[in-house]
């Protein structure tokens, strides 16, 4: 028995001292906290305290924009005999990470040599639902830091690996999923050297489980109720995914995969140490309208997250200085894996057998497969002016750019690679280098070393290092077919077509080919480089009517149509066209505008013109003539800034915009109207639109100006207000617009019957001040109706208003209803229903109501004008300028 004990006591001191970490928590969801202990018997001087971070107010950013913080306590610092430590809390010293402000009391330094170090510490979860660290009453996800992280390298977020072993009560009716191996009813341990111990806190009368066997692994999968079959379908996923990988990759170091449904809204995933989180989109909204429509984009997003077993998590990255060996390399395995299971890369499924399916494709202008979608995010990059390296570090690259650059050229850059080496080999080099860091912190120049052993270090350079945006070219010059690879050593794979047959090569320079007759040269015709330009890819120049799964529009010069039909109370139209495009650049063409007009009883069709430029995100022209409508230009200018928000890069966008419109019918009907709009709602809550108009309508001179602003204070509030005027004049006091603009009467069949609207007629000024305070109720789990739509909360808006006008003013009172609902695609849709009161100085008084319909999120309940909003409110004659 002596021996029994004796063995007992060695086997817990080995197993305690394997560990780097051992934590003993406890889980409060009434607080939302977690306090625990942790000790660790390494000499680990620095500790990243990840709660902390942004917990302060930021100096950069509009209050309306910044979400509820967490924040970690620490309550003490001791050595194992109960002495307590000498350590600090410092401003974590990474710049890269942000802001000074953001990163305060961030780091906790240890500042005396001790064996053994004991911290005692308190994490507040934020009370914001959020994808992860978030409060739901059902839910909470920690992936990285609910715990101080020991850090390796303080100039980026390079977490040191370290094993853990982790002790947690649970209130009754709550359990864990934790991302190590479960030694008990409530431990569980790392099996090897992890970045984190994550975890998931779900309640068990909300969520279930289903498990699936694959030889020494295991997936299972956590769902809420009601979700069995898509959990099925995602574990089904996951085994493919896995047995394809563990086979070409190596053994994962896990015994178990927790895959997780997060409530937050969106089609995302979020990837550590043996958990998985998949966005609420995947489970709730996949199979809106058509069933089945998301698939090939949910196994897509499985197998990406999955790789990061392999690239990201099991082989540790810093996160700020080199995410590309993370996000890059999960996408190209995602991506070669689908195309090696499936054979193509679908990014929906249009095969579905649903007669919505070719309209939803056409509609939303969806892309068909993955391979366009890049493609696409590459053009929007370079359209946008953003010129960035893969390896380059995040304060690099514009932030709402970085997917483009991480995850869109990144992934090509390893599918140049493909081309170059085959890709069995290239996956039996990323096994070697899985083989030898998992477990451990690459550093760029590490990769980089590793990949020159097996690869030119000049095409290494070209695909990781490049920051130009790359445009290979093939054109007929002096009887040769020339190839210009722009001096750079990219693999370019050349396809050549003769009536004899064809055959391929890759190469890293450029060349030239013998003239053939009737000989057609291809470059890159899988779209493996991240070539940016590809209709100079293919000599002679594609063209093709209308595009194919065969024929994308980045590569040929398309002939195709377009129709757009509109119906009105005077009757319906239909405008269409057809044109020659160079995507997404250019397109000229013949259109025709036809119709019937209940006006006069008669039917109408003329013929004219189109043309329209794009030759970046920031300039535009646009061109149409026909009879019916005479000439209609219009042109818009932005002007592209970096905008620092106060988080590791600067955001690319054009805060300053003008719009030039103008329309020549006749000499009696013809205008011209600039638009100035500045948008500076991010940093200060303030939107501003300026508008001035001049011509004649109806052969009546007409000079009209009109302002338009919004203004939200920086207040820390459930409830911010915002401030609203509209101001229009006529310069000559024709009377142009329409005092209740934005109003159907409740109490009439028409305004022009309303016992308060009638009163008033047109006026030559209008001026509308509104004072709203809206308020957004957000539901912890969403509804779905008929498989139409989801139902995830409902803003409420309460406004104050007065019009002001030629003959008198009329006070308002409304409240504003707006649902948010998640249609296909998890796209949220904002429908704004307003009740309002209206009341004149004489006491007469009616019922309004209003509505709108906005896609995306949205900071505003009420009705605000948008783009060109003077003609929202004049009174328009029958002048076909309509």
């Known amino acids: 028995m002596k021996f029994f004990y004796i063995f007992l006591l060695l086997l817990v001191a080995t197993m305690f001292f394997s560990m780097d970490f051992n934590i003993q928590a406890s889980f409060d969801p009434e607080s939302l906290t977690i306090t625990a202990t942790l000790c660790t018997k390494n000499n680990i001087k620095s500790f990243l305290l990840l709660p902390n971070y942004a917990s302060k107010d930021n100096p950069y950013l509009h209050a309306l924009f910044e979400g509820a913080s967490g924040s970690m306590d620490i309550l003490s610092v001791t050595d194992g005999k109960g002495n307590e430590i000498d350590y600090t809390l410092e401003t974590y010293p990474a710049t890269l990470l942000g802001d000074e ?41 920690y992936r990285f830091g609910w715990y101080p992280l020991p850090i390796e390298d303080q100039k980026g977020l390079r977490i040191k690996p370290h094993r853990w072993q982790l002790s947690m009560q649970l209130p009754e009716g709550w359990e864990a999923v934790v991302g190590g191996e479960k030694k008990g009813s409530s431990s569980w341990k790392s099996r090897g050297d992890y970045l984190s ?7 068990r009368d909300s969520y279930e489980e289903l498990s699936f066997p694959m030889g020494d692994l295991r997936v299972v999968v956590h769902f809420r109720r009601g979700f069995e079959g898509v959990a099925s379908k995602l574990a089904a996923f996951a085994i493919q995914v896995l047995e394809h990988h563990i086979k070409k990759l190596g053994a994962l170091r896990y015994s178990t995969i927790h895959i997780v449904q997060d409530p937050f809204p969106g089609l995302y995933g979020i990837t550590a140490d043996g958990l998985i989180a998949i966005g609420d989109g995947f489970f709730t909204s996949a199979n809106l309208w058509v069933n089945g429509l998301l698939d090939p984009l949910t196994f897509y997003l499985v197998a990406h997250e999955l790789s990061h077993l392999w690239f990201g998590v099991g082989t540790g990255v810093d996160f700020l200085r080199n995410n590309f060996m993370s996000e890059s390399l999960a996408d190209y395995v995602a991506h070669s894996t689908t195309l090696e299971i499936y054979g193509k890369d679908y990014y929906m499924n249009w095969k579905a057998l649903d007669l919505f399916t070719s309209f939803i494709k056409s509609y939303f202008d969806i892309p068909t497969t993955v391979t366009q979608a890049d493609q696409l995010m590459l053009l929007y990059a370079k359209m946008a002016g953003v010129k960035a390296a893969v390896a380059d570090p995040v304060d690099a690259i514009p932030q709402n750019f970085s997917s483009a650059v991480y995850y869109q050229k990144g992934k090509r850059a390893f599918f140049s690679l493909e081309e170059l080496l085959g890709r069995e080999k290239l996956y039996s080099i990323l096994s070697r280098y899985y083989r030898l860091y998992v477990g451990k912190n690459v550093t760029t120049r590490e990769f980089v070393d590793f990949l020159e052993g097996y690869i030119n270090p000049k095409v290494v350079n070209a695909l990781f290092f490049e920051r130009d945006n790359y445009d290979a070219r093939i054109y007929f010059e002096n009887g040769v077919v020339k190839i210009d690879n722009e001096n750079m050593k990219v693999p370019l794979r050349v396809v050549i077509e003769t009536p004899e047959g064809s055959r391929s090569f890759v190469t890293l320079d450029s060349t030239s080919l013998p003239y053939i007759p009737a000989m057609q040269v291809h470059l890159d015709p899988d779209m493996h480089s991240f070539d940016i330009e590809r209709h100079n890819n293919h000599w002679p120049p594609l063209f093709k009517g209308g595009y194919s799964e065969e024929q994308s529009r980045y590569d040929a010069y398309l002939l195709s149509t377009h129709g757009i039909v509109g119906f009105s109370a005077s009757g319906l139209d239909y405008t269409g066209e057809i044109l020659f495009e160079k995507f997404p650049y250019y397109g000229i063409g013949l259109l025709n505008q036809s119709g019937y007009s209940s006006d006069d009883g008669r039917g109408y069709s003329y013929t004219g013109a ?42 690319l966008i054009a805060r300053h915009n003008f719009s030039v419109e103008g329309r020549f019918l006749d000499t009696g009907n013809y205008y011209i109207q600039g638009l100035y709009s500045f948008n500076d709602t991010l940093k200060h809550g303030l939107y501003l639109e300026i508008e001035g108009l001049t011509g004649e309508i109806n052969a009546t001179p007409t000079y009209m100006g009109g302002f338009y602003g919004s203004w939200i204070p920086n207040v820390n509030s459930e409830l911010i207000p915002s401030l609203n005027l509209l101001a229009v004049g006529e310069a ?64 409420i808006s309460w406004e104050l208003g007065s019009r002001i006008f030629d003959s008198g003013y009329v006070f308002d009172a409304s409240m504003i209803l707006s649902p948010i609902i998640y249609i296909i695609g998890d796209t949220p849709l904002q429908i704004n229903l307003g009740f309002s009161f209206l009341m004149d100085a004489e006491g007469t008084s009616t019922l309004g109501i209003k509505g709108g319909i906005s896609f995306g999120s949205s900071i505003y309940f009420n009705e605000k004008l948008g783009f060109s909003g003077m003609e929202k409110v004049i009174k328009w004659k029958n002048s076909g300028l309509q």
């Open 732 to 795: 000559l006091g024709k009377r142009f617009f329409d005092p209740f603009y934005d109003v159907l009467s409740f109490e009439a069949t028409s305004n022009a019957l309303d016992p308060l609207m009638s009163k008033y007629p047109p006026t030559s000024y209008l001026l509308d001040f509104r004072v709203s305070l809206p308020y957004m109720i957000i539901m912890n789990r969403r509804i779905s109706f008929l498989n139409l739509f989801n139902l995830g909360g409902i803003g």
């Open 197 to 203: 111990c994550p975890i998931a806190l779900v309640k």
């Open 610 to 651: 189109s043309l329209y430029l794009h030759p970046d995100l920031y300039r535009s022209l646009e061109m149409k003539y026909s009879k019916f409508e005479g000439i209609h230009l219009s042109m818009n200018l932005g002007i592209p800034e970096k905008l620092y928000i106060g988080d590791s890069s600067p955001i």
């Open 101 to 141: 402000t953001l990163r305060r009391d961030t780091m906790l330094l240890i500042n005396e040599d001790v064996d053994k170090v004991i911290i005692h510490f308190k994490t507040h979860i934020k009370s914001e639902q959020l994808p992860e660290e978030g409060g739901y009453n059902d839910f909470i996800l």
